[in-house]
């Protein structure tokens, strides 16, 4: 797809501001302390890059989302992490209320977090509801004009730091799997909400992940997101967008990956020549960058057909998602095989990209998922 | 020695139970074996005998009695004081072989699961270890398989000896029971897992009404292979979930007062002879060292009995303690899933019901 003098100049920032900012030191920071990092967060928010999907009227940069897919790719391709931090108001955040909010609760919850003056993070997985989100046990009772909530969700991005987060609870038990559910904006700061542990990941450090616990939360009927008993159905439909972005994120591990396996490859001398020159590693480096072009493109106009309103959307994402997810896998691992022995050093950068490239596969909908959303659509 | 015959059933007469002491103090396994015994010993008409040695230890008869016991075979020597392989086998073989009892019991405690192959042994006779149910009547038999088993017990072919001692252990982790005969050979010997009969009351006439029975003991050094060098106690303070009989574990339920919520847990677990574990929620939250963690994360266990008090039952924590003997779970939300798993339930707040409960274990 050929991109817009407009998309071209977008994609040269985000790179320049990754290449320039994301430091080796503050990438080393982030892997060794697992810490939220807000320097970076605070800057990116300066660059309006919280909200470069969310509309002028909230306080983003109302760009479409080709271009928060480039950004995306282009953070990812140095840090992996760190495009979470631009990612989640963009996405899972600000979606549902963008998508269902009322007018004041947009205006009241969508501009600070558009701006990077709050955070808004999105809690639907439970230890016990996954993949299968209809198990969610968390409830929620009526009483009076407030909500009563209870329940632990478990895995939240980006707990720890929140101000605020969309949470799904039963709200009618009479009605089963994923019906009777309903989303709620949670004060962070409300009596009886409290965070677990931050979990110790396989990569993607830096980003805390943690339970979030509600205990007899009471939530104002004014931050019920969307319609009673019908928050999952609503939510589905802003899933896409998110899946879109995480089909980038993988993108852009997995380029990272390959323009470390092409310079590696280069420079490293074995029998007297650069490994390059060998015919088993440059197929190996052509194979990888065919399906990284491959799933490029997918992601690129599966986000333009998305916002002209294409009904195919829903599949593309997830078909965009699954593809990328295992693509970006599949490089990984050859990058680290190229890279020999040194790729197992965390030296090198490749050990890093091939741990974070693992999750792709799994958040925001396994492919398996992918596969029931794209299957489910073509075999109505 | 060599003219003990052991296959003619029909010299050999008497329930006989081995009773263990350990420092001059009787086991619980002892009354437990007696009051089965008796039943036993009532089913056949014959007499039931206790079997006690020791150094010193005549004056443990009553007590004995009172539980069922019309005679006791008091065999005493230091050489006894201890438990030894080689000193207690030979006295209860010398013994065994003399007066011809038809059943020997064995506790199966540490001590009767070394003894009682022994003795097997060496009379060339079966046992059945680890038995949770004996019967002589076949009549009774077919009743206790009709409320325990799925089995078509009239539809069956019944040839076994009545009389004979059918012994019903667990085999294959519990997941089997094998009803198991020694029609041929005699005594019928059996060690029988502690806890599992009921112990009758003590009955006062009885424990008067008991003969105590002195047995020389005859033991010469060639027999003593084993010599105790020290006997330790040890004192049970660290934690220990692997293994343990039972746990009291607590959850994030216990945050309204989590110091209280472990109080309780361990009041409960003291009344119970046994150890507190966690979930990962209250072991995040600090309350709870990472050695007690119960799930996936933590460690697996399978008590007797385990008692969840304010824990969700999210699958992470039910993988670690599903395979329980008993569960029983305190939550006060009716639909969490841990009550998917427990045997008893209890919906209720933990702070009020586990009060109850331990004084109820503390007063029976």
Known sequence: M????????????????????????????????????????????????????????YGGQGGDSLAYALMIEEFARVSPVLSIYANTSNSLGAGPLLFCGTEEQKRKYVEPVAKGEKILVFALTEPGAGTDAGGTLTTAVADGDYFVLNGRKTFISGAPMADYAVVYAK??????????????????????????????KMGIKGYPTSDLILENVRVHKSDLLG?????????????????????????????GCLDEAIKYAKERKQFGKPIASFQGISFMIADMATEIEAARQLVYSTAVR?????????????????????MCNRVAYKAVQIHGGYGYIKEYKVERFYRDARITTIYEGTSQVQQMVISGNLLK | MSTFVNTDPSAFHGVWVFCEQRGGELMPTDFELLSEGRKLADDLGVELCGVLLGDNVEGLVPQLGGYGADRVYV?????????????????????????????????????????????????????????????????????????????????????????????????????????????????????????????????????????????????????????????????????????????????????KDPQVGLDLAQKMADALGGVVGASRAAVDAGWVGADQQVGQTGKTVRPSLYIALGISGAIQHKAGMEDSECIIAVNSNSSAPIFEVADYGICGDLFQVVPEMIDVLTNK
Not at chain 1, 186 to 191: A, E, I, N, R, T
Not at chain 2, 109 to 132: E, K, S, V
Not at chain 2, 161 to 172: H, S, V
């Open chain 1, 171 to 200: 709200t009618d038990p009479t009605q089963r799997g994923s019906r009777g559910i309903s989303m709620f904006i949670v004060d962070m700061k409300l009596p009886g909400v409290s965070c677990g542990k931050p979990e110790a």
């Open chain 1, 306 to 326: 998305k916002d002209a309103g294409d009904p195919e959307a829903s599949k593309l994402c997830a078909m965009s998602k699954l593809f990328a997810g295992e």
């Open chain 1, 2 to 57: 050929i991109l817009s003098e407009k998309h071209q100049m977008m994609r040269k920032l985000y790179r320049q501001f990754a290449q320039t900012e994301f430091t080796d030191e503050l990438l080393d920071r982030l892997e060794e302390t697992g810490e939220f990092d807000w320097d970076i967060h605070k800057l990116m928010a300066k660059y309006g890059f919280m909200g470069v999907k969310i509309p002028v009227e």
């Open chain 2, 75 to 255: 065999c005493q020597d230091p050489a006894l004081k201890d438990y030894t392989t080689d000193a207690y086998t030979k006295v209860i073989c010398d013994i065994v072989m003399d007066k011809k009892p038809e059943i020997f019991l064995i506790g199966a405690t540490n001590i009767g699961r070394d003894l009682g192959p022994r003795c097997a042994a060496r009379l060339h006779t079966g046992l059945t270890a680890d038995c949770t149910s004996l019967v002589v009547d076949t009549a009774k038999y077919k009743e206790f398989l009709k409320s325990t088993s799925t089995l078509d017990v009239d539809g069956m072919k019944w040839d076994m000896e009545d009389k004979g001692l059918k012994m019903t252990r667990p085999a294959f982790c519990g997941h089997l029971m094998a009803t198991i005969i020694c029609p041929r050979f005699r005594p019928q010997m059996s060690t029988v897992r502690p806890g599992v009969m009921k112990c009758a009351e003590f009955d006062q006439a009885k424990a008067d009404a008991c003969k105590t029975e002195l047995y020389p003991v005859s033991l010469c050094d060639s027999d003593l292979r084993t010599k105790v060098l020290e006997v330790v106690k040890e004192a049970k303070d660290t934690v220990d979930l692997i293994g343990a009989e039972v746990i009291v574990a607590v959850g994030y339920g216990i945050s």
């Open chain 1, 227 to 255: 319609p009673l008993h019908k928050g999952f159905a609503t939510a589905m439909k802003t899933l896409d967008g998110g899946r879109l972005g995480m089909a980038a994120q993988a993108v852009g591990i997995a380029q």
